[in-house]
């Protein structure tokens, strides 16, 4: 299943990082998409994030939550 799959790149990522933070790229790694949709994902806000300065950070959650949504 898709989905399962996508979650599991994100417990792969856990592993890795300590904090429940991504980044843009690791968000478009894991929804295998480009940076114009990862971007318009964000902005509209289907998937919830935050800004330090101009840098976009993607909660891990919130990025389950969506693959969720999206079965």
């Known amino acids: 299943m898709a989905v399962a799959r996508l ?13 429940d933070i991504i980044t843009v790229k690791e968000m478009m790694d894991v ?3 480009g940076k114009n949709t990862a971007y318009k994902l964000l902005k509209d806000g289907t998937v919830k994030s935050f800004r330090i300065g101009k840098t976009y950070k993607v909660l891990r959650k919130s990025l389950q939550n969506y693959i969720y949504s999206h079965q």
């Open 31 to 33: 929804l295998a998409i």
């Open 7 to 19: 979650i599991q790149k994100i417990k792969v990522k856990e592993r890795r990082y300590t904090d």
